[in-house]
Nanobody, 126 residues
Framework: QVRLVESGGGLVQTGGSLRLSCATSGPGRALKNYAVGWFRQVPGRERKFVAG????????YYADPIKGRFTISRDNVKNVGYLQMTSLKPEDTGVYFC?????????????????WGQGTQVTVSS
């Protein structure tokens, strides 16, 4: 079992930046062994893929709406995953979830991930 904890969410104005972090908590395999994905959900809507990164950090994948503004990364020494968000827009608002799994293809599919965090709220004001 892997317990994921997100942090770094908050309220920011349009054009601002935030960095989300995803770390493991408690016993279990370390995050460095898994691919990491970030998903966003707004009330009443399905959870949507934002970005994904291979366990090695070599391959990264992004949803079209955030390309060029968000950067996914990881530190396998610290066992932490990151989502750097810049040029934020009101439509980026939502709860951001970190996910981990042995993913090698289809990073955008929720079913590829075995473990999920509780989410962190990001609110971008206009």
């Amino acid at each position: 079992q892997v317990r994921l904890v997100e942090s770094g969410g908050g309220l920011v104005q349009t054009g601002g930046s935030l960095r989300l972090s995803c770390a493991t908590s408690g016993p279990g395999r370390a995050l460095k062994n898994y691919a990491v994905g970030w998903f966003r959900q707004v009330p009443g809507r399905e959870r949507k893929f934002v970005a994904g990164i291979h366990w090695s950090g070599e391959n990264k994948y992004y949803a079209d709406p955030i390309k060029g503004r968000f950067t996914i990364s990881r530190d396998n020494v610290k066992n932490v995953g990151y989502l750097q968000m810049t040029s934020l827009k009101p439509e980026d608002t939502g709860v951001y979830f970190c996910a981990a799994g042995e993913v090698y293809i289809d990073y955008h599919l929720q079913s590829q991930y075995n473990y999920w965090g509780q989410g962190t709220q990001v609110t971008v004001s206009s």
